[in-house]
């Protein structure tokens, strides 16, 4: 019997070793099977259950390599050895403990808070998802976190994150550069969750090839998504003709992720919040569900939750002056 593996680039280095090593090592441990390795291909001919085996063997390194960056002949025969190979099954079986993948260097990425989990749940179930809160309470992150997991299993086959490119007291005109130059700031959040959660080099893979894209809110404009998570980011300052833009580009076999804090909206005094308007307008939709995170779900430092409170209770008191008046 004979079958053809056509692996994704960015693992082909790591997995075949320095000169082919580990191909040579599972030459070794699977005799039976011959093994010829050309460029992203590997050629397999052998009985049935020798390839079965083999190839469930393989599925086991690559889970390894993608979590650990890098994969040794040590860690082949531990692999291979291991009567319970669970550790390397923890994907299959995230749901049980919250976790939803482990990124970069083994780091596992799960929910955490209530409202987090929620999140995790709701996206099981609707295909448009709102996760609205203050800063760091990890809406944003969780959306990615959920949107590489798809990819990963293969569920969609492109990501897509995008943001308003709204001055937050600044002026993109003064910043330096081409437009990409000028924007990537704005979109700089988008590429730190991502870069916690898959290794660089496949991750450079994916921007090039489109896989997974990052661009500003306008540049939806006109196009249908199909096949894809996408997350439009910050949609405080997204205006009610943007959202309504927006999430009439979902296609096919879509799931869309909108966040935002509606404490921190920097459009002009003339323009108003599309996502405020939206919880109101969408809320008896079925399929599109609101999640709403407060201070309990901040995971950044601990006095970002006091400062939360603070300004909270600043704006309180402004706003009962400002009835008094």
């Given at each position: 019997?004979?079958?053809?593996?056509?692996?994704?680039?960015y693992?082909?280095?790591?997995?075949?070793?320095?000169k082919?090593?580990?191909?040579?090592?599972?030459?070794n441990?699977?005799?039976?099977?011959?093994i010829?390795?050309?460029?992203?291909?590997?050629k397999?001919?052998?009985?049935?259950?020798?390839?079965?085996?083999?190839?469930?063997?393989?599925?086991l390194?690559?889970v390894?390599l993608?979590?650990?960056?890098?994969?040794?002949?040590s860690?082949?025969?531990?692999?291979?050895?291991?009567e319970d190979?669970?550790?390397?099954?923890?994907?299959?079986?995230?749901?049980?403990?919250?976790?939803?993948?482990?990124?970069?260097d083994?780091?596992?990425?799960?929910?955490?808070?209530?409202?987090?989990?929620?999140?995790?749940?709701s996206?099981?179930?609707?295909?448009?998802?709102?996760?609205i809160g203050?800063?760091?309470?990890?809406?944003?992150?969780t959306?990615?976190?959920?949107a590489?997991r798809?990819l990963k299993?293969?569920?969609?086959?492109?990501?897509?994150?995008?943001?308003?490119?709204?001055?937050a007291?600044?002026?993109?005109?003064?910043?330096?550069g081409?437009?990409?130059?000028?924007?990537?700031p704005?979109?700089?959040?988008?590429?730190?969750?991502?870069?916690?959660?898959m290794?660089?080099?496949?991750?450079?893979?994916?921007?090039?090839?489109?896989?997974?894209e990052?661009a500003?809110?306008?540049?939806?404009r006109g196009?249908?998504?199909?096949?894809?998570?996408?997350?439009?980011?910050?949609?405080?300052?997204?205006?009610?003709?943007q959202i309504?833009?927006?999430?009439?580009?979902?296609?096919?076999?879509?799931?869309?992720?909108i966040t935002?804090?509606l404490?921190?909206?920097d459009?002009?005094?003339?323009q108003?919040?599309?996502?405020?308007?939206?919880?109101?307008?969408?809320?008896?939709?079925?399929g599109?569900?609101f999640?709403?995170?407060?201070?309990?779900?901040?995971?950044?430092?601990?006095?970002?939750?006091?400062?939360?409170?603070?300004?909270?209770?600043?704006?309180?008191?402004?706003?009962?002056?400002?009835?008094?008046?």
């Open positions: 019997m004979e079958t053809i593996l056509e692996l994704e680039n693992i082909v280095g790591g997995l075949y070793g320095v082919n090593a580990n191909i040579d090592l599972l030459k441990i699977y005799p039976k099977v011959r010829t390795a050309r460029g992203n291909e590997l397999l001919v052998g009985e049935e259950h020798e390839l079965q085996g083999f190839i469930d063997l393989l599925q390194l690559i390894h993608e979590r650990f960056g890098q994969l040794t002949e860690d082949i025969l531990n692999i291979t050895i291991a190979d669970s550790f390397y099954r923890l994907e299959q079986n995230a749901n049980a403990d919250n976790v939803i993948l482990h990124g970069k083994g780091k596992i990425i799960k929910a955490i808070t209530p409202n987090q989990k929620r999140l995790v749940e996206a099981a179930k609707n295909d448009i998802v709102f996760a203050p800063a760091g309470t990890g809406k944003t992150y959306a990615v976190a959920l590489v798809a299993n293969k569920q969609i086959k492109r990501i897509i994150l995008t943001r308003p490119a709204v001055e007291g600044e002026n993109l005109g003064f910043l330096p081409d437009l990409r130059d000028k924007l990537d704005y979109l700089q959040p988008l590429y730190d969750a991502l870069w916690d959660m290794p660089m080099q496949k991750l450079v893979s994916y921007l090039e090839d489109k896989t997974i990052i500003p809110l306008a540049f939806m196009r249908t998504l199909d096949n894809a998570c996408v997350i439009l980011d910050e949609a405080q300052n997204a205006t009610e003709k309504k833009m927006f999430l009439t580009r979902m296609g096919k076999n879509a799931k869309f992720f935002g804090d404490t921190q909206i459009l002009p005094k003339h108003h919040s599309g996502l405020a308007l939206t919880t109101r307008i969408l809320k008896d939709i079925e599109i569900d999640i709403f995170l407060g201070q309990g779900d901040v995971v950044r430092h601990r006095l970002v939750t006091q400062i939360i409170q603070k300004y909270e209770d600043w704006e309180n008191k402004q706003f009962e002056k400002n009835i008094q008046e």
